[in-house]
């Protein structure tokens, strides 16, 4: 089972009907989502992850938003376990470290930081507590150091990436994602 990041959400699902992008990292995940439902993966997405995805939406819209991950991906919430190991996670040596990095890494204040980090902790807890094997994000160097080797953390794999959407109903979805 592989778990998604918000980044990849955002990056494969949000406007996939628009074919106009041309940036490489969003048509690379494109891609990879299109090959890992061909292959009927199970995919498993974080409801924090979902929250964050979701901030970008109408809330008028977030009920269709959250029907299409309920159709194709494996929603997780958050449960006793995940809650302990998010827990652990931040009260791990080095949380501190963890925060001020992703801050200067990103050019956010520490104080916007740390929650951001502390929702990372329960991606990650969910993300374990379900097994999954990795999860796939562009945050790879913080969310490792925050993961203390509990879980294999990667980028979005290089594919052969092509431009090309898949029709699919009311509109033009990758991997028929709709």
Same mark, same amino acid.
């Given at each position: ?10 990056w494969?699902i949000q406007?996939s ?26 995919? /498993? %997405?974080?409801?924090? !992850? $979902? #929250?964050?995805?979701?901030?970008? *939406?109408?809330?008028? &819209?977030?009920?269709?938003?959250i ?35 992703y801050a ?17 902790? /329960? %991606?990650?807890?969910? !993300? $374990? #507590?379900?097994?999954?094997?990795? *999860?796939?994000?562009? &945050? ?7 993961a ?20 699919a ?5 990758i991997?028929?994602?709709?």
């Amino acid at each position: 089972m592989i778990c998604f990041d918000t980044c990849v959400l955002i990056w494969g699902i949000q406007d996939s009907g628009n074919p106009s992008t041309e940036d490489p990292d969003v048509l690379r995940t494109r891609e990879y989502i299109k090959q890992l439902a061909e292959k009927r993966e199970t995919i /498993l %997405i974080p409801t924090p !992850a $979902i #929250a964050e995805y979701l901030v970008r *939406i109408p809330a008028t &819209d977030h009920h269709i938003e959250i029907e299409k991950f309920r159709r194709f991906f494996q929603i997780q919430t958050l449960n006793d376990q995940a809650v302990s190991i998010a827990a652990d996670l931040q009260s791990r040596r080095g949380f501190k470290t963890i925060t001020e990095k992703y801050a200067k890494d990103t050019g956010v204040p520490n104080n916007i930081a740390r929650p951001l980090v502390k929702i990372d902790a /329960l %991606i990650l807890g969910i !993300a $374990i #507590a379900n097994k999954a094997t990795h *999860i796939v994000t562009n &945050d790879t160097k913080h969310m490792e150091a925050l993961a203390h080797g509990r879980i294999k953390v990667i980028e979005v794999p290089s594919v052969d990436v092509q431009n090309e959407l898949v029709q699919a109903g009311e509109g033009q979805y990758i991997g028929g994602w709709k």
